[in-house]
């Protein structure tokens, strides 16, 4: 059973909580401790008292998740993309192998934060190539090179807290 808006729930790692936004795949709850975090459907958690969802209704996350695709398709405004939890508040250490060279660091957050807006701006570029008036091969091309980038940053994908927000690269039927 998929919980509506006003659930309340008890999750082992969050606490207490209240579902505020359903999708088929994700709850956004609103933990009194934690703060909005997503969690998913099938995660574990107890149910303290469930609100059914209601089908014939839209929600207000349908409405502002269509707002947003609007926004995104005709603008450069960038979606909130939230740090995977294990890596929140950590820092990325880039260690030369010359020992007399010092090492770098910097807040993962930070480092996260600039992968997420070259994805954006990767996303824009194709929209822009895709309604350009360029021949069909051209697009072709320039999307095969779209692809092979994201490709190469799927690397990245061990940062993002969700899966639908990842990297994906060409797929390989073989």
Known sequence: M?????????????????VTNVTAKMYWVTFIDKGLETIEVDEDF???EGVKDEVDTVSFYEVERTLREVLK????ISEIVPIADKWKGGTLVL???DQN???KELPIDTFFHKIVMVRDRIRVMEQKINRANLDEQDKI????YI???????????V????????FVGSRSDN
């Open 95 to 97: 260690q030369p192998v």
């Open 147 to 157: 692809t092979r980038i994201y490709g190469s940053l799927t690397t990245f994908n």
């Open 159 to 166: 940062l993002f807290k969700n899966k639908s927000q990842q």
């Open 2 to 18: 998929i919980l509506g808006i006003g659930s309340r729930i008890k999750h082992p790692d969050h606490g207490l909580g209240v």
């Open 73 to 76: 398709r005709y603008s450069d």
């Open 141 to 144: 091309d320039l999307q095969q």
């Open 101 to 103: 060279l010092s090492s």
């Open 46 to 48: 107890e149910v303290i």
